[in-house]
């Protein structure tokens, strides 16, 4: 019954090393969210997809790409890890723009 | 763009006394605020949000005011409790898909 569902809950790799995060959710919405929330709590949106469709990429870095095969799931993948993505990123989701967002439980990504 | 402050960043109260956070936004197009609490290792959730053509609104303990006019918003939580210890996020929706949140205020109510 979980809304939004990430995988995995931690990652702990090694610099230069790719890995993927999954976010899936059963709410029907029609728009997914990738954040990244660092030590200080700071929660900056990086990507938001409305319908499949990339609307928003806010200057993230190339070595992340997020792909959404279908309205229902948003991953990202990170090439080429450095020691600042180091953070806790979240999937989100919501029903068009301007309406409540969903969170998923977070993944939190280690960079050794 | 869009540029969310909010204040203080911490804010330590006694149990029973009330609790206000201060936004402020700087893109006059926002029109959704929406209000997000988020427990120690937990995701945000939504307590509570405004449109901008609302000016005031409660749910039970926690209200929120808009002034569109000074780009202010705020949040109030009354009769604070033990578990209402958590970061609030404020943040602010122009409708483009991009919410800009604010840098978080870490409540802390003391039994």
């Known amino acids: 019954d979980t809304a939004v569902s990430q995988t995995p809950k931690y990652l702990v790799t090694q610099m230069g090393n790719d890995k993927s995060i999954k976010c899936e959710q059963n709410?029907?919405?029609?728009?997914m969210y990738w954040y990244k929330q660092d030590s200080k709590k700071f929660l900056k949106i990086m990507f938001s997809?409305?319908?499949?469709?990339?609307?928003i990429n806010e200057t993230v870095p190339n070595r992340f790409s997020p792909k959404s095969p279908d309205k229902a799931h948003l991953n990202l993948h990170i090439n080429s890890l450095e020691l600042g993505d180091s953070a806790v990123y979240f999937c989100?989701?919501?029903?068009?723009?301007?309406?409540?967002?969903?969170f998923g439980p977070g993944t939190r990504l280690t960079v050794l | 763009g869009e540029n969310v402050e909010q204040h203080p960043s911490t804010l330590s109260v006694q149990e029973g006394d009330s609790a206000v956070i201060k936004c402020t936004y700087s893109?006059?197009?926002?029109?959704?605020f929406p209000w997000y609490k988020q427990e120690l290792g937990k995701r945000p959730q939504l307590i509570i949000d405004?449109?901008?053509?609302?000016g005031e609104k409660k749910d039970q303990r926690i209200a929120v005011t808009l002034n569109k006019t000074a780009k202010h918003f705020s949040l109030h939580i009354t009769e604070t409790q033990p578990e209402d210890s958590a970061v609030y996020f404020c943040?602010?929706?122009?409708?483009?898909?991009?919410?800009?949140f604010g840098a978080g205020t870490r409540l802390f109510v003391k039994a």
């Open positions: 989100a989701s919501s029903f068009k723009s301007v309406n409540e967002q969903f």
């Open positions: 709410l029907g919405h029609d728009t």
């Open positions: 997809y409305n319908n499949k469709e990339l609307i």
């Open positions: 893109d006059s197009a926002s029109n959704y």
């Open positions: 405004i449109r901008s053509n609302v």
């Open positions: 943040a602010a929706d122009t409708g483009g898909f991009k919410t800009i």
